[in-house]
């Protein structure tokens, strides 16, 4: 017990220094307190790969009610002036244990098969060679670029858009809505903040409403496969619950993207050896770096559960309604699921036990979107802009409690080819 608690009476989750660099606090956690409760937040940290897995596993016993709870509790004048704009998130995909669950994820599935995945992928090449020439001329004319605002912030965002069928978006003031909420449900920010954020996430929750309520049945989007959906009664959605099942999809599933491809673009320039063999084209490595990022750093850091009644976890006792934080960075780096866990090893045996996508009823339903929009983006970027290199080893970092990422990753050539350049 005297080991746990010099291992954590410091940990901040909100914490820079914890969000720059955490594995070592992580692996600390595994070790001496894998199921810990923290003061600060009232979270059960729940850190190793097993019982994390266990908890996926068991939705009867760790419900998903408190998926999308937000971690800072929300002023009452800020819950009054969300309620008056109609904000309301009911059960629908990552949050709902109920009998409406499967039903929903099949209508969001059959915008993701593997077959329109892959079609998917023409316009995810020509998005990263926009990006890549746009870097191009940045390069040329400044001598740095900016890989996040470039190639990873928006293409994410338009490729999702075009697989769900929806047209007529402002694409910026999308991402102003999708930051927001990101923040408003998983950041700590302080009451003036929250209302700034609360607004915003109203803004987008109403425009969702307005889209659901002119849907029609039929209509070859998104908007018209919720409005032709019946739940297990055959009563049709209510507006509430069709906005619902777009609110956090349009959000986690291009923002997670994004946060994806910056992370596999800071840690493969950051390797030249890494980067010179994606460059050369090396068959099948750009799909084996992105398996390896997901599960060193996931953009997905962390996900909830809640005890449904008392029970047992890692031979800790906890309480009914005990609310769990489980550390899905920290378990990709378990060594005793994988070995030399703190190394990057692309193509290792058993890459894929990692938990980024989660595991059981929930996994996530774009996991097979992400990877291959990951691995074309790697692999365009590499082998249009071989002589990259990091100008900002430590650059500023999305630091939510569920999501890590770098925010900027600006790139200039490489030494070498300045060299060459001189000559």
């Not at 959605?237 to 599933?253: K, M, N, S």
């Not at 290792?348 to 036990?353: L, M, Q």
Request: charged share 25%; aromatic share 4%.
């Amino acid at each position: 017990m005297r080991a746990a608690d010099e291992v954590t009476s410091g940990l901040d989750l909100f914490d820079p220094g914890f969000v720059a660099r955490p594995d070592e606090p992580l692996a600390s956690l595994r070790e001496h307190a894998p199921v810990h409760h923290d003061p600060r937040t009232g979270l059960w940290l729940v850190s190793r790969h097993s019982d994390i897995r266990a908890v996926l596993a068991a939705p009867e016993t760790f419900h998903p009610d408190n998926a999308l709870t937000a971690v800072t509790p929300l002023p009452v004048p800020t819950l009054r002036m969300l309620a008056g704009a109609g904000f309301a998130l009911p059960p629908t995909l990552a949050n709902n244990g109920t009998d409406s669950h499967t039903g929903l994820r099949r209508v969001v599935a059959s915008f993701l098969t593997p077959a329109r995945v892959q079609h998917a992928m023409e316009l995810t090449s020509r998005l990263a060679a926009d990006g890549v020439e746009r870097a191009r001329q940045e390069l040329a004319e400044n001598g740095q670029c900016d890989l996040v605002e470039l190639i990873a912030r928006d293409l994410p965002c338009l490729v999702l858009l075009h697989l769900l069928g929806i047209g007529d978006v402002d694409l910026p003031v999308l991402k102003a809505w999708s930051k927001a909420s990101l923040e408003l449900f998983w950041g700590n920010p302080d009451p003036l903040r929250q209302r700034e954020l609360a607004e915003q996430a109203a803004e987008f929750h109403q425009w969702l409403a307005c889209r659901v309520r002119a849907a029609r049945p039929g209509q070859p989007d998104l908007f018209g496969a919720l409005a032709a959906h019946r739940k297990p009664s055959r009563r049709p959605l209510r507006v509430a619950e069709a906005v619902g099942v777009c609110y956090f999809l349009l959000i986690a599933g291009q923002e997670t993207t994004t946060q994806l491809l910056s992370t596999l673009l800071r840690r493969c320039v950051e390797r030249e050896d890494l980067w010179r063999g994606l460059s050369g084209g090396d068959a099948g490595l750009a799909a084996d770096c992105v398996e390896e990022v997901l599960r060193r750093e996931p953009p997905v850091i962390t996900w909830r559960r809640v005890t449904g009644d008392a029970t047992t976890l890692g031979g800790v006792e906890l309480p009914a309604r005990a609310q769990l934080l489980l550390m899905l960075a920290g378990s990709g780096s378990d060594p005793e699921v994988f070995t030399e866990p703190e190394n990057l090893c692309p193509g290792r045996p058993g890459a894929r036990r990692h938990l980024a996508f989660g595991h059981g009823r929930h996994f996530c339903l774009g996991a097979g979107l992400a990877r291959a929009e990951a691995a074309v983006v790697l692999d365009t970027v590499a082998r249009a802009l071989p002589d990259l290199r990091l100008l900002e080893p430590d650059p500023p970092m999305l630091g939510l409690l569920s999501f890590r990422a770098p925010t900027r990753l600006l790139v200039g050539h490489s030494r070498a080819y300045g060299r060459v350049q001189a000559r």
